[in-house]
């Protein structure tokens, strides 16, 4: 039995948006920038998907514009801002996604902006104070926050950050990857300038993605060519893509409310499982264990290293997919467990959770998971055991060769 727990990485299209594809992919296939009847056709797809994004989100129809992904999208948003308003400071986190640092660091590489890097606490939450003081000494700033982590789940309580931005005349952009169809955003109440969104991470198709821009703001294109997306983005439209995202995130509202009560029951549940497991030395990553302060689909797990191998790779022995990093090997975590007070030589492993899991799913995950640590323990026991009479029988030799030169 297959059981995928690595919702965060991707999820598995909705049957309504595989149904909501299907006619763009075999019927209503002309490009969106023909003139003749099909291409309409096409075209007043992606205009019908633009208005339901943005009559969902409290924004304009204008403010949304279809990409192939988030990373498109971060790309594109913050070297555009950087470039369209000049600006020569940029205020961001050592754990954002790698879209977002790496975008920064090249531009800091070019000479274009200086990074500083809010502090952290030891879960990984932002320090407010620590931010207000970083924009009160540097005007011009760009903000670049994520909403939910892609790694621990944390939630940054982005209302609070665009209140200061706004404070002090900065520019915000937040990466609303892994909160997208999964908490309600009503941008018309938030002081937000940008954010993106990828419809894989929300039960849409893969290579479809949107940008926010407030309509206040101007953007240089960096893709040129044919004019689309209002000049914003050229090339031709994923009309599927497009259908299909929006369709995901209609979905995703509908149930909102019931599919996250649902996810947060999975979590707590896995939670309690593992503690009567009994498996010492686990710990919880970030604020992820917690329900108010984090993502409901991710948990993310410290466990003690395996004796030899990884709790990732046998889990997947046993057709369980999740993801994670071990430092257990010298492979090293990653950038984000590496910002937090983690205690070293641990296994981390990310379980994220959908609509379409289940509590015997997680039942067995953690019957599994036990059975691994048993096995390790047995294996632990053999080596040392093995260990022991090597050192004894080597020890019996060498005592009786000292006797035999005694003779």
Same mark, same amino acid.
């Given at each position: 039995?297959?059981?995928?727990?690595?919702?965060?990485?991707?999820?598995?299209?909705?049957?309504?948006?595989?149904?909501?594809?299907?006619?763009?992919?075999?019927?209503?296939?002309?490009?969106?920038?023909?003139?003749?009847?099909?291409?309409?056709?096409?075209?007043?797809?992606?205009?019908?998907?633009?208005?339901?994004?943005?009559?969902?989100?409290?924004?304009?129809?204008?403010?949304?514009?279809?990409?192939?992904?988030?990373?498109?999208?971060?790309?594109?948003?913050?070297?555009?801002?950087?470039?369209?308003?000049?600006?020569?400071?940029?205020?961001?986190?050592?754990?954002?996604?790698?879209?977002?640092?790496?975008?920064?660091?090249?531009?800091?590489?070019?000479?274009?902006?200086?990074?500083?890097?809010?502090?952290?606490?030891?879960?990984?939450?932002?320090?407010?104070?620590?931010?207000?003081?970083?924009?009160?000494?540097?005007?011009?700033?760009?903000?670049?926050?994520?909403?939910?982590?892609?790694?621990?789940?944390?939630?940054?309580?982005?209302?609070?950050?665009g209140v200061l931005a706004q404070r002090?005349?900065?520019?915000?952009?937040?990466?609303?990857?892994?909160?997208?169809?999964?908490?309600?955003?009503?941008?018309?109440?938030?002081?937000?300038?940008?954010?993106?969104?990828?419809?894989?991470?929300?039960?849409?198709?893969?290579?479809?993605?949107?940008?926010?821009?407030?309509?206040?703001?101007?953007?240089?294109?960096?893709?040129?060519?044919?004019?689309?997306?209002?000049g914003q983005r050229g090339g031709t439209?994923?009309?599927?893509?497009? !259908?299909?995202? %929006?369709? =995901?995130? &209609?979905?995703?509202?509908? $149930?909102?409310?019931? @599919?996250?009560? +649902?996810?947060?029951?999975?979590?707590?549940?896995?939670?309690?499982?593992?503690?009567?497991?009994?498996?010492?030395?686990?710990?919880?990553?970030?604020?992820?264990?917690?329900?108010?302060?984090?993502?409901?689909?991710?948990?993310?797990?410290?466990?003690?290293?395996?004796?030899?191998?990884?709790?990732?790779?046998?889990?997947?022995?046993?057709?369980?997919?999740?993801?994670?990093?071990?430092?257990?090997?010298?492979?090293?975590?990653?950038? !984000?467990?590496? %910002?937090? =007070?983690? &205690?070293?030589?641990?296994? $981390?492993?990310?379980? @994220?959770?959908? +609509?379409?899991?289940?509590?015997?799913?997680?039942?067995?995950?953690?019957?599994?998971?036990?059975?691994?640590?048993?096995?390790?323990?047995?294996?632990?026991?053999?080596?040392?055991?093995?260990?022991?009479?090597?050192?004894?029988?080597?020890?019996?030799?060498?005592?009786?060769?000292?006797?035999?030169?005694?003779?």
């Amino acid at each position: 039995m297959e059981i995928y727990l690595d919702n965060a990485a991707t999820t598995a299209p909705d049957p309504e948006v595989i149904d909501a594809i299907l006619p763009f992919l075999t019927t209503h296939y002309a490009n969106p920038s023909s003139v003749h009847g099909a291409g309409r056709k096409a075209k007043d797809a992606i205009d019908a998907a633009r208005h339901t994004v943005a009559g969902l989100l409290g924004a304009l129809p204008e403010e949304i514009y279809f990409t192939a992904g988030a990373t498109e999208g971060i790309n594109l948003l913050l070297s555009g801002a950087i470039q369209a308003y000049d600006l020569s400071h940029v205020v961001t986190s050592r754990i954002e996604h790698k879209a977002v640092l790496q975008t920064l660091k090249r531009h800091e590489k070019e000479g274009d902006i200086e990074i500083s890097f809010v502090k952290l606490d030891e879960r990984g939450n932002i320090d407010l104070y620590h931010l207000e003081n970083l924009l009160r000494a540097n005007p011009r700033t760009l903000i670049a926050l994520m909403h939910g982590n892609n790694e621990i789940g944390n939630l940054t309580d982005i209302h609070a950050v665009g209140v200061l931005a706004q404070r002090y005349s900065a520019v915000f952009f937040t990466d609303t990857t892994q909160t997208m169809g999964k908490v309600r955003f009503d941008l018309r109440e938030a002081a937000i300038d940008f954010l993106v969104g990828s419809a894989h991470k929300f039960h849409g198709p893969k290579g479809a993605g949107f940008m926010y821009i407030d309509q206040k703001h101007r953007l240089k294109p960096l893709i040129y060519g044919g004019g689309q997306e209002r000049g914003q983005r050229g090339g031709t439209e994923n009309v599927p893509g497009v !259908v299909g995202l %929006a369709k =995901a995130l &209609e979905v995703s509202y509908r $149930n909102l409310d019931e @599919s996250q009560a +649902k996810i947060s029951k999975l979590k707590q549940y896995l939670v309690s499982k593992l503690s009567i497991a009994g498996i010492e030395g686990i710990c919880y990553n970030g604020e992820s264990k917690s329900i108010e302060n984090s993502v409901a689909n991710v948990l993310s797990v410290s466990f003690p290293c395996l004796s030899a191998g990884s709790i990732v790779t046998e889990l997947d022995r046993a057709g369980i997919a999740v993801s994670g990093g071990s430092a257990c090997s010298g492979g090293g975590a990653s950038h !984000v467990m590496q %910002a937090l =007070a983690c &205690e070293a030589n641990k296994e $981390n492993v990310r379980f @994220s959770f959908s +609509k379409f899991n289940t509590f015997d799913e997680l039942d067995r995950v953690v019957d599994i998971i036990v059975s691994i640590y048993e096995s390790d323990s047995e294996v632990a026991s053999n080596k040392a055991w093995s260990s022991i009479a090597s050192w004894t029988w080597a020890d019996s030799m060498a005592a009786e060769q000292a006797s035999f030169n005694k003779i």
